[in-house]
């Protein structure tokens, strides 16, 4: 540490010492720069296909606005951003379109993500350039568009877009802007190259960021291994006032909290960002990238990548268009893939292992490290902790490793919360150090994802919650509004009928009243028999005719008493219906109701003293016996009282027997085929179950297939192989599809042949018949608080009427999928 | 005598004091409601299935509140049933889940839409009002706010709702936990100074 400091003092000129903090922690691990920064930056490959993902970026992924087919010039923007965090994407040279689906990305996870695939036509032909040669002219809010429009995002490894870290509010005071160039990853130099051979345009990004900041100071902080950059750009701020502050080599002083206390001294409290410290954080490249999309006019197209590691032959810089594949890039670099051991994306520290070569570089992939087996070796297996401490000196968070070890191996997260895992950086340094060999971030990497996914359902189960309330608030109050509805029908309709008794208390309105609601019932009893006959003859029962014969002469009664009302309403009206016997009928009918909810009644007592195994279960059983031989007798008194005063006023009576009728007839027919059924829907289930596992391994296996041609790595008879495994999964799995297409056709023919309908048809009876159903209720609710009691009495009528219907279909239905084992799982 | 006395009277001031400080005290800081169903609730995972036997989780919430078993709620899993244990003091049960579905595949209810009636049953059973639609057309499911509670499925006349499991994307993958003690951590780098 204080040889790095007195060196410090060396490399600034007339011995003016910066201030320069110190951070707690770091580690010192092998540079390995000196393997890619000795060559300039030399272009990258020209690949047969660019692979675009639209999530180049944090935030949301862009939205496409090409199609496939389109022909694009290079810098034509591919897909707009899509909300406020996210970038546009572009292209980086002119071609074709001729994709846009999920392919392999850069991802820890291996998932695909969805990409634009761009085939290059080798012109390289721009489209229109917009150059601004002074920023200053366009104003903040348009230079910050036009960063946005650019795909400008951070090229220091997280991705975040720059429109929308420069876009602070006017309240926000910047007091240090500070441009990371430290790069204190081994392996990585990208940066160092980019600041020898192009510090003039990077010290040019940094006066547009002054522009649109503001800030107070603005400092370089650089790491003392990197001489040449620091001279360079040294040179290039001779006149500006951008200070070049080197700090000492150790890792990690690049990252973007512990820089800024590097610098400044200021800690960034947890939970917060930096600007909310008055600090902003930029890396040297990004302020690069900047400056090309004002001065020059061309959006993020390529990116100075480093391909470094043993087992390339040309390591260095290549400015890579961004979606060539890693395979392009390492082939361009010369790859010996005999000595390649691991392939690692980002540093190796921060970085993740490629599985998949074919993945894209994309704005975030500052290196890719082809490293031989001895250079990054397989890691040792994992031991027990020691408890040696060694991790809590070199945290540069000042956490406590181990504990937080503890706690998420045993998923105690809420213990790992208290003691700030969220503000783990995740620099690896504590699993560099570990001599136990444990892989420390991949735990807190583990603990972290967790924690985010409860918090996610959290914020999901309160939401959920809140729907539950709303909706169980709103179905109260509906019913309220009803009972509210009915009190005001119950109380108008009262009214009238005082009002009419103290009018005219004659024979002649109550005569009038009785007529109408025979008139009512006839009609709606005619109608119930029309509809039963119906059904009877398109399930072609043997009744059927005399269902119809019956209906006959419902309409028949029911057109008298119409003519009997018409005649009563014309004059003085014919008495056709003593009053004291229907008041008697209502009475009767009460009393059976009366009788059978207590019969009800007592039924539930004496289960629920079953179920208790109460000592007074049989008495109670006795007591429900004997309530219902009373409610039976009273509804025998009912029916011979109904049955006296004629057929027509017995409504809704001819459908009860004809489902008995119905269901007797289909019994029988059934009974032979029974074995049959059960034996089927045994076989259907274990078709369907034999299916679905062959369908999976034939997806998978065809899957793999893709994968591998797409990486092209596998050998011609490998890939031959797989081949011939996925046709014979795929024959397998249609094989059992067409045994169990089979099945069902026979499950579904015996059905045609029992019912005399296919299976089709008998759903969508059941469904007609309730929504008809339906209907009728919902015209019956509506004209309840408008039409008169015997328009609703027929209303009522009919919907029982179609009720029975519904109910008849939706047996039918039932019975038939039952019988023939078509039952859905 | 009279210090005795003084020394009664003292204490019967200082009694009659605090009585009405505690009186006024639980009149003006009266907790309204059961914190304590709030909080069982708040543990819930709120998917309204029912499959506890309630008509919701709040339902659910009074109950264990008045005694009822805790490891009623399969889609909470034994975690839940943890935390409600911990809650009440009460001993930590086997989950009671027999004839659910394993809970730890997350699902969503997906509407075959060429197949919908438009009944609009599935819309009344739904509990948490995430199925749009109107009658006699087409119904969807909002995916985000459906809880997989599975309670629309049973009521559809025409089997169309499906319940799928929600795949995982770039934004719910997480990474795992590693292998443990004796093994080879896959995902880590290993910098060695050669």
């Given amino acids: 540490m204080r040889a790095n400091l007195s060196l410090l003092q060396h490399l600034v000129p007339g011995g003016r010492r910066p201030p320069v903090h110190d951070f707690p922690g770091g580690v010192h691990p092998a540079e390995h720069k000196a393997v890619s920064n000795q060559a300039p930056i030399a272009p990258g490959p020209r690949p047969r296909q660019l692979v675009l993902p639209l999530n180049m970026h944090l935030g949301a992924p862009a939205r496409p606005i090409v199609a496939v087919g389109d022909r694009v010039l290079k810098g034509q923007m591919l897909a707009e951003p899509a909300g406020a965090v996210s970038a546009a994407l572009h292209a980086p040279t002119s071609g074709t379109v001729v994709a846009l689906g999920p392919r392999p990305i850069q991802h820890p996870s291996g998932m695909d993500a969805l990409c634009i695939v761009l085939e290059p036509d080798g012109e390289d032909r721009w489209t229109e350039r917009r150059a601004v040669a002074d920023h200053t002219r366009l104003g903040p809010g348009k230079l910050i568009a036009l960063l946005r429009d650019a795909g400008v995002a951070g090229l220091g490894g997280a991705g975040f877009p720059t429109s929308v870290k420069v876009n602070l509010g006017d309240h926000q005071r910047v007091e240090q802007l500070i441009i990371n160039a430290v790069e204190c990853e081994p392996y990585i130099t990208a940066d160092d190259r980019l600041m020898r051979e192009r510090a003039d345009e990077i010290v040019l990004g940094i006066q547009i960021l002054q ?89 993020l197209l390529s990116r100075i990548t480093t391909v470094t590691g043993d087992a390339v032959a040309r390591p260095g810089n290549y400015e890579v268009w961004l979606g060539t594949p890693v395979t392009d890039l390492l082939h361009h670099a010369g790859v010996d893939k005999g000595r390649l051991g691991r392939l690692v994306m980002g540093g190796p520290m921060m970085g993740f292992t490629l599985h998949d070569p074919s ?282 009282a109904k049955a006296a005063q004629g057929p027509a006023a017995a409504p809704a009576a001819p459908t009860p027997p004809k ?108 469904a007609r018949a309730e929504s008809v159903l339906r209907d009728k209720a919902d015209e019956l609710e509506r004209r309840r608080d408008t039409s008169d009691a015997d328009t609703l009495e027929t209303l009522n009528s009919e919907l029982d009427a179609l009720q029975e219907h519904a109910q008849l279909t939706r047996l039918a239905l039932k019975t038939a999928v039952e019988e023939q084992g078509l039952v859905e799982e | 005598m009279t210090t005795v006395l003084i020394a009664i009277a003292a204490l019967l001031g200082l009694a009659a004091l605090f009585g009405a400080v505690l009186g006024y005290a639980s009149e003006k800081f009266k907790v309204e409601g059961d914190p304590i169903v709030e909080q069982i609730d708040a543990l819930l995972p709120q998917t309204q299935c029912g499959q506890c036997g309630h008509p919701g989780c709040r339902p659910y ?129 290993e910098v060695v100074n050669l």
């Fill in chain 1, 211 to 299: 522009y649109l900041l503001n800030p107070h100071d603005t400092l370089i902080g650089i790491e003392d291994n990197k001489p040449e950059a620091i001279a360079a750009l040294r040179d290039a701020c001779a006149d500006s006032d951008v200070e070049v502050r080197v700090v000492p080599t150790k890792y990690p002083s690049g990252g973007e909290k512990q820089l800024i206390q590097l610098l400044t001294g200021k800690e960034v409290p947890s939970g917060r960002i930096p600007a909310q410290c008055g600090v902003v954080c930029q890396n040297v490249g990004t302020a690069w990238a900047v400056k090309r999309a004002v001065h020059d006019g061309e959006p």
């Fill in chain 1, 359 to 640: 993945v894209p570089v994309v704005k975030t992939s500052n290196c890719i490290i082809a490293a031989s087996a001895e250079e990054l070796p397989e890691p040792p297996p994992e031991q027990a902790c020691i408890r040696c401490g060694a991790c809590a000196e070199v945290c540069p968070a000042n956490l406590l490793p181990q504990q937080l070890y503890w706690y998420a191996k045993t998923d105690d997260f809420e213990r790992a919360q208290h003691h700030n895992l969220m503000d783990c950086i995740e620099c690896g340094a504590c699993a560099y150090v570990c001599p136990s060999h444990i892989p420390l971030v991949q735990y807190y990497r583990y603990a972290k994802g967790e924690i985010r996914t409860q918090t996610a359902e959290q914020i999901k189960a309160d939401r959920a919650r809140e729907r539950f309330e709303a909706r169980q608030a709103r179905l109260e109050r509906e019913q309220a509004e009803k009972g509210a509805r009915r009190r005001a029908r119950l109380e108008a309709n009262r009214k009238k009928q005082e009002a009419a008794a103290d009018h005219a208390p004659g024979a002649g309105d109550e005569k009038l009243a009785a007529l109408k609601k025979e008139v009512g019932q006839a009609s709606s009893a005619y109608k119930a028999a029309v509809k039963a006959a119906k059904t009877a003859e398109a399930q072609e029962a043997d009744n059927a005719e005399e269902l119809r014969a019956r209906a006959d002469s419902l309409k028949a009664e029911a057109d008298r008493a119409k003519a009997a009302l018409r005649d009563a309403k014309a004059a003085t009206p014919a008495p056709t219906a003593a009053p004291a016997e229907s008041s008697a009928l209502a009475d009767l009918k009460k009393a059976v109701g009366e009788a059978s909810s207590a019969y009800k009644a007592a039924v539930k007592a004496a289960k629920n003293a079953e179920a208790e195994q109460a000592d007074d279960a049989d008495a109670l059983r006795a007591r429900a016996d004997q309530l219902k031989a009373e409610a039976d007798r009273l509804k025998a008194e009912l029916r011979e």
């Fill in chain 1, 659 to 766: 489902q008995d009728k119905n269901t007797a007839a289909e019994k029988p027919a059934t009974v032979g085929d029974d074995q049959a059924a059960a034996k089927r829907q045994k076989r259907l289930k274990a078709l369907k179950t034999a299916y679905n596992v062959a369908h999976k391994q034939y997806k998978e296996a065809h899957a793999a297939v893709e994968r591998a041609e797409r990486a092209g790595q596998d050998s011609e008879e490998a890939l031959a192989a797989m081949h011939a495994k996925v046709e014979k999964l795929k024959a397998k799995a249609d094989h059992c599809r067409d045994a169990l297409d089979a099945l069902v056709e026979q499950a579904k023919a015996a059905i045609l042949a029992h019912t005399g309908k296919d299976l089709k048809t008998l759903k969508l009876d059941a």
């Fill in chain 2, 61 to 189: 919430a009074e109950a264990i509140a008045e005694g009822e078993e805790h490891n009623r709620c399969p889609p909470g899993g034994d975690t839940t049933v943890e935390a409600l244990a911990d809650l009440l003091g009460r001993e930590v049960l086997p989950l009671d889940n027999e004839g659910a579905e394993d809970a730890s595949v997350e699902r969503v209810a997906w509407i075959r839409e060429d197949e919908c009636i438009g009944c609009t049953k599935c819309i009344q059973a739904c509990p948490v009002d995430a199925i749009v639609g109107a009658a006699k057309q087409m119904h969807t499911v909002i995916a985000d706010e459906c809880t997989g509670c599975d309670l629309c499925v049973d009521p559809c006349p025409v089997d169309c709702i499906d319940m799928i499991e929600r795949p995982v994307t770039l934004a719910t993958w997480t990474w795992n936990r590693p292998a443990g003690i004796g093994r080879r951590p896959e995902q880590r780098i």
